[in-house]
């Protein structure tokens, strides 16, 4: 099983529709991430959070809002999602180490919204 | 702020070649991290290598070297040996300290290995 898993891996929605976007870690980390990543942009911070009472917005955080359900658990929503929402997500964890794999990515949601 | 840049939107070697992707920085702060990620065509982000900003050495991994050079705020990644699997999109991230927190990106290098 993959370290950090995310669900849906694509998903196909209708503007407006509200959706929920997933992430799970067996890593044992405090800090998730919710990243989004757009042809040509790069990866941008949506939200954050440094452990289960703890959450930050980050760079792009409007029409989103996250969860942090327990230590494993960092889930991601779309209130009522819009075309350019349409996009790769991708969750991340890190530890508070030093060595450069300390950060450990999900697979990634397609997200396309219609 | 934090910010990474990479000028090269597409690059091409031939295979057994190396390559260098470009990436500078901007940061203030005297502590942070500098992450190099491979992306397939598959869409996963696979981790290559780290260089702390303390880390008088430059970093190695297998093929992989990054050419730190911290006065210019350069952080290059050098692939050895290209091989037919390094095509892939190439993110240049950076950390705000040597202790993770949150990345921020480039914009990314493709690089296409021909035979």
């Known amino acids: 099983d993959a370290d950090v898993t995310q669900t849906p891996r694509n998903r196909i929605t209708k503007t407006g529709k509200r959706i929920m976007l997933e992430c799970s870690q067996t890593?044992?980390?405090?800090?998730m991430y919710w990243y989004r990543q757009d042809p040509g942009l790069g990866l941008r911070l949506i939200y954050y959070?440094?452990?289960?009472?703890?959450?930050n917005k980050g760079e792009i955080s409007d029409g989103y809002s996250v969860s942090r359900q327990a230590q494993a658990k960092f889930s991601l929503s779309l209130e009522s999602a819009i075309p350019n929402q349409t996009a790769l997500y991708f969750c991340?964890?890190?530890?508070?180490?030093?060595?450069?794999?300390?950060?450990?990515f999900g697979s990634g949601t397609r997200l396309t919204v219609v | 702020a934090q910010k990474i840049t990479q000028t090269q939107p597409g690059m091409f070697v031939q295979e057994k070649e190396a390559v260098t992707l470009d990436c500078t920085y901007d940061?203030?702060?005297?502590?942070?991290?500098l992450f190099w990620y491979k992306q397939p065509s598959s869409g996963e982000m696979i981790f290559l290598i780290y260089?702390?900003?303390?880390?008088?050495q430059n970093a190695t991994e297998g093929r992989y070297s990054l050419n730190f050079q911290k006065a210019r705020k350069s952080a290059n990644l050098v692939i050895s040996a290209s091989q037919l699997g390094d095509s892939a999109m190439y993110f240049c991230?950076?950390?705000?300290?040597?202790?993770?927190?949150?990345?921020?990106f480039g914009t990314g290098t493709r690089l296409l290995v021909s035979p």
């Open positions: 991340a964890t890190s530890d508070h180490g030093t060595s450069g794999d300390g950060y450990t």
């Open positions: 890593k044992g980390h405090d800090r």
């Open positions: 959070s440094f452990d289960v009472k703890d959450i």
């Open positions: 940061t203030s702060d005297q502590s942070y991290g």
């Open positions: 260089q702390g900003s303390y880390d008088e």
């Open positions: 991230a950076m950390s705000m300290n040597t202790g993770f927190q949150k990345l921020v």
